[in-house]
């Protein structure tokens, strides 16, 4: 079982849905990221937030919109997302900025359709 | 810009043989990590190396951290089907808060 609890499993969603993408840990992480992942490729990084603060946009496009309510939690807003977003999006947490491992979530598979 | 080599992209072996997954850079890392992912789940970490030179195992699996930091290389040793999965080697560079993935190696291992 991985510490890192993302909901929901699945998503499909229509160009004109907005839905979001939840996050949690409770291992006392300070730095949290979103990732998107396509099949059989490397996982590619959104955003990180380190002590509940946006530290990196990569250039995000801005129908993803990201929010840290809290030190264990860790949101991703969508709207108005088009057929090529869909993809695995994964959390990872990690102990402060460090160069330490992360730890992932199982991920959310979304599909746009 | 890929920072970071990673191959062979695919593997397609039979059960009982060896292999090796080679990471390279023209860059320094401070610290290179080895994830495994299976299909429905999110990567999984199997070793961090630190050290210039460094080998650690793990099992059946051996992991190496080139003298200079800029390489690594994961071999198994009697590869099983449950070894199956893709490996992603990650460098980390100091205090920037981002690892810098490989392509991935996509690894089947037959019975």
């Known amino acids: 079982d991985t510490e890192v609890t993302q909901t929901p499993k699945h998503l499909v969603m229509g160009m004109t849905n907005k839905k979001s993408l939840k996050c949690e840990q409770h291992m006392g992480h300070r730095a949290m990221y979103w990732y998107k992942q396509k099949a059989k490729k490397p996982p590619e990084l959104m955003f990180v937030y380190s002590y509940e603060k946006l530290s990196i946009n990569e250039s995000v496009p801005s129908r993803f919109s990201p929010e840290c309510p809290n030190s264990s939690l860790l949101n991703l807003h969508l709207h108005a997302l088009q057929p090529e977003d869909s993809a695995l999006y994964l959390c990872?947490?990690?102990?402060?900025?460090?160069?330490?491992?992360?730890?992932f979530g199982n991920g959310t598979r979304l599909t746009v359709t | 810009t890929q920072l970071l080599e990673q191959s062979p992209q695919f593997l397609s072996i039979q059960e009982g043989e060896n292999l090796t997954v080679y990471c390279n850079s023209s860059?320094?890392?401070?610290?290179l990590q080895w994830y495994r992912q299976e299909p429905g789940e999110g990567p999984v970490l199997l070793v961090t190396v630190v050290t210039g030179g460094e080998v650690k195992k793990l099992k059946r699996l051996t992991f190496q951290f080139g003298d200079a930091r800029k390489d690594s290389s994961l071999h198994i040793t009697a590869a099983q089907p449950g070894d199956t999965g893709l490996y992603l080697c990650a460098g980390a560079r100091s205090n920037t808060g981002k690892l810098i993935f490989g392509q991935g190696t996509t690894l089947q291992v037959k019975p």
């Open positions: 990872a947490s990690r102990e402060g900025q460090q160069d330490l491992p992360l730890h």
């Open positions: 860059s320094v890392f401070s610290s």
